[in-house]
């Protein structure tokens, strides 16, 4: 079982700014086995792929609704996987979850969330307009 624990999300208004991070708090957890996701689901919606970083954090990949706004980032020796997130929009709110994936391939990551193993509880995202 492997805990994931997410903080920093809030309310901000449309153009701002907010850093997520996520920590694996499981103990002898081996973070840099695990390609990471960032997901997000809104009201009504379904949950949705937002970034993955590889093992190593040199391959990234980002749904293109946040290209160029948001940056997934990772620091193996602290377990965190971040997400910065720029020049937010009222559509950018929702639910953001963080999720594992044990991989042996360390350049892989996953884009899929039937792919990832666990789950963060989820830090709420609001953009106002």
């Known amino acids: 079982q492997v805990q994931l624990v997410e903080s920093g999300g809030g309310l901000v208004q449309a153009g701002g700014s907010l850093r997520l991070s996520c920590a694996c708090a499981?103990?002898?957890?081996?973070?840099?086995?695990?390609?990471m996701g960032w997901f997000r689901q809104a009201p009504g919606k379904e949950r949705e792929f937002v970034a993955a970083?590889?093992?190593?954090?040199?391959?990234?990949y980002y749904t293109n609704s946040v290209k160029g706004r948001f940056t997934i980032s990772r620091d193996n020796a602290k377990n965190t996987v971040s997400l910065l997130m720029n020049s937010l929009k009222p559509e950018d709110t929702a639910v953001y979850y963080c999720a594992n994936k044990y991989t042996f391939y360390s350049p892989t990551y996953y884009y899929k969330s039937g792919e990832y193993d666990y789950w963060g509880q989820g830090t709420q995202v609001t953009v106002s307009s």
């Open positions: 970083i590889s093992r190593s954090g040199l391959n990234t």
């Open positions: 499981t103990s002898g957890c081996t973070f840099n086995t695990y390609a």
